[in-house]
């Protein structure tokens, strides 16, 4: 090999040196929630007379049998 008029036999050592790896940089932060507890309402819930009525689950006869009346 020859290098600025100089003739060199044989191998060498690179003379560069691979660079540290950089530091990764932390994760991002989860945004904060909010940590402040809601207070009941002061005149208490609405419960209506017949919320459960919304809720009670028909037999299939009685399904079908208003879907019937109804077409």
Not at 4 to 19: N, S
Not at 36 to 56: H, I, S, V
Request: overall charge positive; proline content about 14%.
């Amino acid at each position: 090999m020859e290098r600025a008029g100089l003739i060199e036999e044989g191998c060498t050592t690179p003379k560069h040196r691979i660079p540290e790896a950089f530091k990764c940089p932390p994760p991002p932060r989860k945004k904060s929630q909010g940590v402040a507890k809601r207070e009941p309402p002061k005149n208490g819930y609405f419960q209506p007379p017949d919320l459960d009525a919304l809720f009670t689950m028909q037999t299939r006869r009685e399904a079908l049998w208003l879907v019937a009346i109804n077409c």
